[in-house]
């Protein structure tokens, strides 16, 4: 029997030596690739300088990313807001109480609890139901950790709500039955006896200007 370069009878695979040559291309332009992506994951890996403005996505040459994520709006407190911006921040808040805050956190409505229905025109409300709106966002989130909403409820909710809703509170003078709805805005005290004296003399001033033009 003629010997056999084959182990175990199994005939070698013999590639012929052009076949070879283009194998051995097509692994080295992976190995240049594998290397070129190694360098961009290491770019990546290496934070810009502060101030620089570098995106890290700037190595795969993505249009439109060649800057920091613009950074959302500071928060501000809604009476602070004009025009359209307040209406819409209004709208939101509206939502949050209709659809959330009242139907968990709404007791019954009682002389000792009054509320009104048209609380939108209420400024002084507003402005507490929009700070708890906002301490809301804010302890929800996960960074808060673990008790980020019983620090709300027990910070923020608790104390608004005793607020709002006291007898003696803003919306006093409104409903204090479902029966009756009521609305009414209770009046601020009156200017100062300095400030009205310096309103007095600013309009005297002006009208004796107009009588001698």
Known sequence: MPESDSTDGVEP??????????VEASVRR??????????QLDRLAAAPPPGSGASPFAAFGMPGLGGPPAAPPEPRPILELEGQEREDELDALSDWVDDFLLPVYGAEVTTAAPWCLQWQEHDDVVAWLHALWLAYQ???EPDTGLAGLF??????????VAAIRSPGGPLSACMTSPDRPAHRILPGPAPSARTAA??????RRAGADGAGS
Do not use: Y
């Open 138 to 140: 804010q302890h929800k």
């Open 198 to 203: 310096s309103a007095a003399d600013s309009a």
């Open 151 to 160: 620090v709300w409820h027990r910070d923020f909710l608790t104390h608004a």
């Open 13 to 22: 695979v013999r590639v012929p030596d052009p076949q070879l040559e283009g």
């Open 30 to 39: 992976l190995m240049q690739q594998s290397q070129q992506q190694a360098q």
